[in-house]
């Protein structure tokens, strides 16, 4: 038996948002009597982060600290319309529609706490503790909590704000495929090193290393959340995955649990290291770019370009088995 | 039909048992702890991980009638009014969960772990949450927040013995 | 400590303005934690009802087959079944889910009529006052079929000899007349004649199950108004519900969904599987109903990953510049349409991968074949295409005796490049990621290919 070592590289973008079927999404945004501000939406957080990355989004337009935000989602009859979570579209789309709808939350805060201040609004501006003041002289100033008060019982306005991102509808042209098809683009370049067991043709995947390029990492640490994970998600497609383990032969065998539905264990992952770039997109909120979907792709043919580094057997077909690798090995022995 | 008596999180409960009935439905339909999950039904995935008289099972594959008497631990039981466990203190400042149902089960899975071993390796971590499926992080994030969490116990028991 | 990726602040600098923000780009808790730390957190199966019903399917057990005859009676003795549902108590039985962004025809039936076009398939619903009636319910349906000849693989499909599986008249979604996605950019084949090596090969992959660890589900309460409350898993509530309303044919006001906490989706949870007939069992029962996968139906049943088929061929000079690139990309759709055409353009509107290559051609078909129809899956119609395109990055590479890298750095495409689709690209950053990487590993790179950058115009005719 021989362990044989091998490292592969793969390098990848992936598009950002649904833009061949119109893809919109709306936020709205009003202020308590006491200072808080709702956020609703009728978005879905699949465990991605939407709730805390639009929370963040709006604090910052708002001027406001996270704890005065609060993200009401997804219910049809109290959020506004929202395409969906996919699509690597959410923190993008949802993203842009909160910080339009904060923004015009923002000036009408703004216009109020002037009026409280006997100021210009245009002179005013948030410290992000709380507080509206005076610009160049932060001594006058007004927490939310009075400007809010002040809205509802003294001049009788509504802090609040529309929002809405729309990447129109783009058809490809039948002829040539033209077309208009994403609106930003994330890029990765993944190292995998591998080690095969020539007898029994298992390929253990040692460690993935990432660069990835993803606009603005709005909360870095759920962006490691996503390669990390994506990264995973990407080992166990490259070597386990599959409903139809003869496919196209056979439809039959078809695993139905999790006992015979195989993923990597938490004693079976690679030391994974990352590296983030910003490259901020022109249209991202904040210039992030969605990298939810593309963490699972990289590691791919970067695991199968560092199999046939490790022992010269070419996997063409997903999952590389080690029935897949023997036959491949033997192959090369004949 | 069988009326159930068990303690749940300290305290005394009682349910009656239809035939079939599982712990987790048990757990989750008749007294309103919905922190264990019904991921698969078959004990494959660890997501209603409870602890029975100490030790982890699967509640979903649990009798309901032969829980007459026990002592269960859930995931609603462990904080300390607002303080939490080190387990789910660890969880949270590691950002060890991202959708959150494989949480309670992976969680209690680790309390058992570092009830019967104070100072575990990674090895020892891999193997005792090895029947919790995840399918967010990629496991590393949880396998270091329970080593983290072992830590923190031991430092606190440290900090005891002094006193 | 968690777990935060460092981010290096020396590329794209000017670009970058770091420092002005107060909550962006910093780590703040995530606000759904505590939630499930404390098992808190409500997922919609968290919530009783009194008087809960529960629905279960009886499923197609051949691969493609004339149904001949449905029998519910032994069904409906089972004490605790309560209804039963075929496709007569279906509205509008007959749906495609991307009918929203006009994709058309409708192919696939709620319930199956005729017809089953995949081991699976529903055909009864079975309505129960408990999870255990509906199951035994749903085993007590007998279906009389007649078998028909089954279409397993995607080019065998598209051979004129094949059976014809689709209503429709073929065995392919037709895309504006033609019958794949195409790509046609430069001149491929003059392309071929000026490259010094041809590099031709093929690629695939099998179907993968999402696997979240909360299967597909919802709960459907009536309301005292007369509407139905949808307490759904869906990872995209309105989609669900005007697709839901369609199907139902009801005023799309008279549905509320309610979600927006999911254990988990990977494009799993963009079906509208469960909502329809849940919503037709708590009318015809008027109870609150809780259809719910099980973990077998997660695996076997709901939409997985399209399987793929891809040539790619290629002509490169000696050193290393993609002049042309053709590809044949065939996406398993399995029986139905959902939402593999969208996937297939998808796919089509990556290639050739993040290269700049001055003539491509391509055909992207979505095919159709006597299997669990696939559907989204995080990074569908582009995750399989990287696989063999960097697998054919790689072996090209090889092949030529050049480092992987650099001949990567050769071809990527930078800002101003014209892609295959006809859109210039922009805020590229194929080169710094390469770079990057490779420092990561210690992977020696040239002063000439270290000082690339995505922002320099390639300084040849494209």
């Given amino acids: 038996m021989t362990l044989l070592r091998g490292r592969g590289y793969a390098s990848v973008n992936y598009p950002t948002g649904m833009n061949l079927g119109g893809d919109p999404s709306q936020a709205l945004i009003h202020a308590t009597t006491m200072g808080g501000f709702v956020i609703s939406l009728s978005s879905v957080d699949l465990g991605q982060g939407l709730k805390t990355v639009v929370a963040q989004c709006a604090a910052e337009t708002l001027g406001m600290p996270m704890a005065n935000v609060i993200v009401d989602t997804a219910d049809t009859d109290t959020g506004p319309h929202c395409m969906g979570t996919f699509a690597s579209r959410g923190t993008h789309r949802i993203g842009n529609a909160v910080i339009m709808a904060a923004r015009e939350a923002r000036d009408v805060m703004l216009a109020v706490a002037a009026e409280e201040l006997e100021a210009d609004a245009d002179d005013l501006e948030t410290d992000g503790t709380g507080f509206v003041r005076l610009k160049g002289s932060p001594e006058t100033k007004i927490h939310i909590q009075d400007v809010t008060l002040a809205a509802h019982f003294k001049q009788g306005r509504t802090i609040s704000g529309r929002g809405i991102y729309l990447k129109e509808r783009n058809y490809p042209v039948p002829e040539t495929g033209e077309m208009d098809p994403d609106s930003c683009q994330a890029h990765a370049c993944t190292v995998a090193e591998v080690e095969v067991d020539d007898e029994t043709g298992v390929a253990t995947v040692l460690s993935l290393h990432n660069a990835y390029e993803v606009g603005r990492a709005l909360n870095p640490a759920m962006a490691a959340q996503q390669v990390e994970g994506g990264g995973w998600m990407g080992v166990s497609h490259a070597v386990f995955e599959s409903t139809e383990p003869y496919y196209p032969a056979s439809r039959d065998h078809g695993p139905v649990d999790f006992c015979e539905y195989l993923m990597p264990g938490p004693a079976e992952i690679p030391v994974q290291s990352s590296v983030i770039l910003e490259r901020p997109a022109s249209n991202g909120p904040f210039g992030a770019k969605g990298i939810g979907e593309m963490t699972a792709n990289a590691p791919i043919p970067a695991i199968a370009n560092a199999i046939f580094d490790a022992c010269g057997v070419r996997l063409t077909t997903m999952p590389f088995t080690p029935e897949s690798i023997l036959r491949g090995l033997d192959a090369l022995r004949a | 039909m069988k009326i159930v008596s068990l303690r749940v999180n300290g305290a005394g409960q009682a349910f009656i048992a239809r035939p079939g009935t599982t712990l987790l439905l048990a757990l989750r339909e008749q007294l309103g702890l919905t922190g264990a999950k019904r991921g698969c039904a078959q004990g494959a995935c660890g997501s209603c991980t409870v602890l029975l008289d100490g030790q982890p099972v699967v509640s979903c594959l649990v009798p309901a009638v032969t829980v007459d ?95 | 400590m968690p777990r935060v990726n460092p981010i290096d602040t020396e590329y794209f600098k000017d670009e970058r303005k770091a420092g002005d923000f107060t909550v962006i780009g910093t780590t703040v808790q995530r606000s759904d934690a505590l939630g499930h730390v404390t098992g808190r957190t409500e997922f919609f199966e968290d919530r009783t009802f009194p008087d809960l019903a529960h629905v279960k399917i009886h499923r197609s057990a051949h691969h493609h087959a004339r149904i001949d005859s449905v029998d519910c009676s032994e069904a409906l003795k089972v004490p605790g079944v309560l209804r039963v549902i075929t496709h007569r108590d279906v509205p509008s039985n007959w749906y495609v889910v991307l009918r929203l962004i006009g994709i058309e025809p409708n192919d696939e039936p709620v319930l199956a009529e005729d017809r ?80 010094d090596r041809i590099f031709e090969w093929r690629y695939s992959s099998a179907p993968i199950e999402h696997a979240p660890t909360e299967t597909t589900g919802c709960i459907v309460v009536p309301q005292s108004s007369g509407r139905l409350l949808i307490h759904s898993n869906t990872q995209a509530a309105f989609f669900t519900l005007d697709n839901t309303a369609l199907i139902l044919d009801r005023p799309f006001t008279d549905l509320q969904v309610k979600g927006g906490t999911v254990g988990g989706g990977f494009g799993g949870k963009v079906d509208v599987m469960v909502e329809p007939l849940a919503c037709i069992a708590a009318t015809l029962t008027n109870r609150p109903v809780k259809f719910v996968y099980t973990r077998e139906e997660e695996m076997q049943v709901s939409s997985p990953r399209a399987a793929e088929r891809i040539y790619i061929k290629d002509g490169v000079t000696n050193d290393g510049r993609i002049l042309a690139r053709k590809v044949m990309l065939y996406v398993d759709a399995g029986a139905y349409s959902r939402h593999s055409p969208y996937g297939t353009t998808k796919a089509c509107a990556h290639l050739p991968g993040p290269y700049t290559i001055p003539n491509v051609y391509a055909d992207c078909h979505c095919v159709y074949t006597n299997r669990t129809p696939s559907s989204a899956m995080r990074g569908f119609g582009v995750t399989i295409a990287d696989f063999a395109l960097e697998s054919q990055m790689d072996r090209i590479a090889r092949a030529l005796d050049l480092d992987p890298l650099q001949f990567r750095l050769r071809n990527a495409y930078r800002d101003g490049d014209l892609k295959a689709h006809r859109k210039v690209a922009e805020g590229t950053a194929l080169i710094e990621v390469i770079q990057r990487a490779a420092a990561l590993v210690g992977h020696e790179l040239p002063d000439e290919y270290l000082a690339l950058t995505s922002t320099t115009p390639r300084g040849e005719k494209a």
């Fill in chain 2, 69 to 163: 008497g026990a002592e269960i631990a859930t995931i609603e039981g462990l904080a300390d009014g607002q303080v939490l466990s080190d387990v789910q203190q660890a969880f949270l400042d590691g950002f060890a969960t991202q959708c959150g149902f494989c949480t309670p089960g992976m969680i209690m899975s680790a309390e058992a772990l570092l009830d019967r071993n104070p100072d575990p390796t990674r090895d020892e971590v891999n193997e005792a949450i090895s029947g919790n499926v995840c399918r967010c992080t990629g496991y590393e994030p949880i396998v270091s927040a329970v080593l983290d969490a072992a830590a923190r116990r031991r430092s606190r028991a440290g900090e005891g013995a002094k006193l």
């Fill in chain 3, 116 to 195: 089953v076009l995949y081991k699976g398939e529903p055909i009864v619903a079975v309505v129960a006052d408990s999870e255990a009636a509906a199951i035994e319910g749903a085993a007590r349906v007998r279906v009389g079929y007649t078998e028909l000849p089954a279409v397993f693989d995607v080019e065998e499909a598209l051979a004129p000899d094949a059976p014809v599986i689709k209503q429709a008249g073929t065995n392919y979604f037709v895309y504006e007349g033609h019958h794949a996605r195409r790509l046609r950019f430069g001149d491929v084949e003059r392309g071929f004649a000026q490259s």
